[in-house]
């Protein structure tokens, strides 16, 4: 069965440095996408960027970037120049046909 | 474009009530699904559709009930509430791609059962 494992269940960082959220996932497949997703303290699940497993680059999105690492099956997320309104639940999801999620790191933003 | 929408926001049900979630999109996605959300252990997967007239079992099927008769609505029902299903529920929906794309997520219903 596939799964996704996110060890941090919490992490901080200073406003304007860089942190980096760690996820790993197993699964035979081939082909899939992975996912990360920002859930603020309004509980709407905002998708901040996304993989293709086919594609070798890392997917970026202005202050946030990957590092897909397919053999090792690892997804980090990194986010640079870190922003108060970065704080929020992150997860990382996998998904062939249907999502699964990790369980999630908590981000806290101190000025 | 409203995108997925959710009713109720809140609810407080008494155990062994019954109760319908209601979601709906606007985007023409064939694929939506209903997750719950509890403290420390992320999202995961009740119940899915495919398309209208198709639904199938996700991760926590038990105690819940789905059916998909339009395109645009995919309601929840729980026939008996009990402690257990107190959670956070979500909605979401995507267009059917292999492997399945990004999927929308609505704002989610509180769900507390005493």
């Known amino acids: 069965a596939q799964t996704v494992t996110q060890s941090q269940p919490e992490m901080s960082v200073q406003e304007a440095e860089t942190v980096t959220l760690s996820c790993t996932y197993d699964t035979s497949e081939s082909d899939y996408y992975l996912f990360w997703y920002k859930q603020p303290p309004s509980r709407q699940m905002i998708l901040v960027i996304r993989?293709?497993?086919?594609?070798?680059q890392n997917a970026t999105e202005n202050r946030f970037s990957v590092n897909f690492q397919k053999a090792a099956k690892s997804f980090s997320l990194k986010i640079s120049d870190s922003q108060l309104g970065d704080a929020a639940m992150y997860f990382c999801?996998?998904?062939?046909?249907?999502?699964?999620f990790g369980t999630g790191t908590r981000l806290q933003v101190f000025p | 474009n409203a995108g997925v929408t959710q009713t109720p926001k809140f609810q407080v049900l008494k155990t062994g009530q019954s109760m319908t979630l209601q979601c709906a999109q606007d985007m023409n996605h064939e694929y939506m699904s209903w997750y719950r959300q509890d403290p420390g252990m992320g999202l995961r997967l009740i119940h899915y559709?495919?398309?209208?007239?198709?639904?199938d079992q996700g991760e926590v099927p038990n105690g819940y009930n789905v059916s998909r008769s339009t395109t645009e609505d995919f309601p929840l029902r729980l026939l008996s509430a009990a402690p257990s299903q107190t959670s956070v529920y979500f909605c979401?929906?995507?267009?059917?791609?292999?492997?399945?794309?990004?999927?929308?997520f609505g704002p989610g219903t509180r769900l507390t059962v005493t």
């Open positions: 993989q293709e497993a086919y594609k070798q």
């Open positions: 999801a996998y998904t062939t046909d249907k999502l699964i």
């Open positions: 559709s495919v398309g209208a007239g198709i639904t």
């Open positions: 979401a929906s995507s267009i059917v791609e292999a492997p399945v794309y990004e999927q929308y």
